[in-house]
């Protein structure tokens, strides 16, 4: 059976804190048989878990650490260099997609029919999946500005402003999006008589230690952009919430996160 887990934060620091104190008491260790260190490491993984942060955008934005000899996870400067890998549809020579890509010019990648054909009759089971894409075809839409201008218009009462990351082509390549999911809702606040913003996050797979704070107080920065181009007095920031079957972290961090909470390092 498994064994989810539900978090409730006040900030960033303080979900990432308290995930990694629950992690060695919820999680489950396993070796990495494909992904990220596979045949070479093995990582403490929880089966399932949820993430409510109440004020993300309580600064600062990266976990505080006090411990001697542990490195912070993250800086601002990691966050400022993020950044553009959200906002923008520019890929690197070296990337195969970027997550600004997806939710500001997404493009699909048409495979030849040969390859096609060599891929669902030839392959033998264990084989690896190295097709490369023939054809980029763009769909012509920017799903962030859409889902900005219609924000733009009042229109909050949807569950429609979806920015999705994940394609199922992304099953033909080696590295696969970790975020597939950026979904909005604005809900009516009657304590302050206005709407909030607020974020819900799907990762398939998720690097506990040093992943996650990246990942929220960028998305956190990306949320705070939309609110400043929407542009409406009736709008502020809400919440955040972010979901997981795969959040972990790796041996490699392990010893870090020992000593965050006061345990043997081995």
């Known amino acids: ?6 978090i409730d934060a ?7 804190h308290q995930a990694i104190y629950a992690i060695f008491r919820h999680g489950s260790e396993y070796a990495v048989q494909k992904g990220s260190f596979e ?9 399932s878990v949820s993430i409510r942060i109440r004020n993300p955008g309580e600064r600062p934005l990266i976990p505080i650490i006090d411990v001697p000899g542990i490195p ?3 800086d601002q400067e990691k966050i400022d260099e993020y950044l553009p890998y959200l906002l923008t549809d520019i890929v690197q020579k070296n990337e195969t997609y970027t997550y600004g890509e997806r939710i500001n010019n997404p493009k699909l990648r048409v495979i030849e029919n040969e390859k096609l054909k060599e891929f669902l009759l030839g392959r033998k089971e264990g084989d690896e999946i190295r097709i490369k894409p023939a054809t980029e075809v763009s769909m012509h839409c920017n799903p962030l500005e859409m889902v900005i201008q219609q924000y733009r218009k009042g229109l909050f009462g949807q569950n429609q402003l979806t920015m999705e990351i994940g394609m199922p082509s992304d099953l033909q390549i080696s590295d696969p999006p970790c975020l597939r999911l950026i979904d909005t809702k604005a809900r009516f606040d009657e304590s302050i008589g206005k709407y909030r913003l607020h974020f819900f ?3 398939r797979s998720w690097d506990l230690w040093g992943g996650l704070p990246l990942n929220l107080a960028g998305l956190q ?9 929407i542009d409406r007095d009736d709008l502020v920031d809400g919440e955040m919430h972010a979901f997981s079957k ?8 392990l010893k870090y996160a020992k000593m965050l909470t006061h345990q043997q390092a081995e």
Do not use: Q
């Open 72 to 74: 912070p996870p993250s």
């Open 1 to 6: 059976m498994l064994n989810p887990v539900h």
């Open 10 to 16: 006040t900030n960033i620091s303080d979900a990432w």
């Open 221 to 229: 920065t990306m949320k705070e952009h939309m609110i400043n181009c």
């Open 39 to 47: 045949n070479e490491d093995k990582r403490l993984e929880f089966d």
């Open 201 to 203: 996050l799907y990762f």
């Open 246 to 253: 795969g959040l972990h972290i790796y041996g490699m961090s």
